[in-house]
């Protein structure tokens, strides 16, 4: 078997994807997500000049060897652009490898270590009532572990709380320049533990409850807070502080018994190492759409495994259906697996152009048998959302510092 072709689609069916498909010479084709949020088209270019022509006339069920190839092979390793540019190209190998086996990928990767993946949704709004409305919301959908964002008083744009509008989505992919954000960490932490102690009053500990910090604060900020959240039990605080410099999880984890996740912007197994070996976190949170593919995430809940650290995928809406099945697959067979973020499968345009391969029940996904990652991509429904420039805001702080967003 060759492959005799790369196609890469940039499609806004609500937001920006981008969909790679590699084509056989035997017919069969496989389907990848390379989406990088607000810097896809650097990733399509990478796909189309760097790894398309290497790839051509190659075997496609040789997928470690043509991971190494593109990861050891472009001398540049690591980095977003080059990992997630590998990614869709993994993804689509795997899909091919099922597709001619007959078999979903979980069977590939050594079949179900569960029968169902537990999830998180989203719960956001502009104040606690509104929040907690929302959380209301979700438990009547059947979710029982969710995440709570609230805006702050003051800080017009908090991450996170745009969710209780309809339009998510939109507000999300119609950003031709990066809209600014005014940060105050004092304000939060004022504020966020309130949140937390309405949530356990009304709702005791009949739910599991999440917070995205989103990397604000510095260490002993985060510790301070994990601290303050001990009560409310939370299932893990996410990005607390940045993680560049590894140790400084160190501190928070000394300081708190809050669980901790991080890991949705790493993109290799090195950017995790010590956070893992050290013990200093809980969750690891990389997605394969951001770290390479599924062939890497193998590798990474295995060596998580050792270390009592569970997988936590990233699940936003910037992930195509296409990284979302790749996850299933993966919390299906990862048997050190602990949640999925979920937050619905999107509108109407989306939905018109992929179809899933996974349901909603209960506060848990399940995901088809189909043959391969099971994705189905209506390629003349995708040219009808043209690519739209869009970016992540920024956020500074009141004197005009650039802060984290
Ligand atoms: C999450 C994330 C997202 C990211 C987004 C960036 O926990 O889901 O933090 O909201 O900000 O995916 O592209
Ligand atoms: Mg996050």
Redesign the pocket.
Known sequence: MKIVDIKIFVSNPGRNFVTVKIETDEGVFGLGDSTL??RELAVVAYLEEHIRPCLIGRDPHKIEDIWQYLYKGCYWRRGPITMTAIAGIDMALWDIKGKVAGLPVYELLGGKSREKIRVYG?ANGQDIDDTLHHLDHLISEGYNAV?LQCAIPGLEGT??TLAGKKDYFEL?SDRPLPPEQLWDTKAYLDFVPELFKKAREKYGNSVDLLH?T?SRLTPIEAARLGKILEPYNLLFL??SVTAENQSGYKYVREHTTTPLAVG??FNSIWDAKELIENQWIDYL?TAATHAGGITPMRRMADFASLYHVRTAP??????SPIGHAAHAHLNSWTPNFGIQ?F?GFGGEALNRVFKYPLTFEDGHLLVNDTPGLGVEFDEKAAEQYPYKRSY?PVSRLKDGTLWN?
Do not use: K, S, T, V
């Open positions: 949020n607000g989203h995440r991450y996170g999300q995205d989103h996410e990005d949705e912007i949170r990233h699940g936003p809406p910037d992930i973020e937050i992540l967003w």
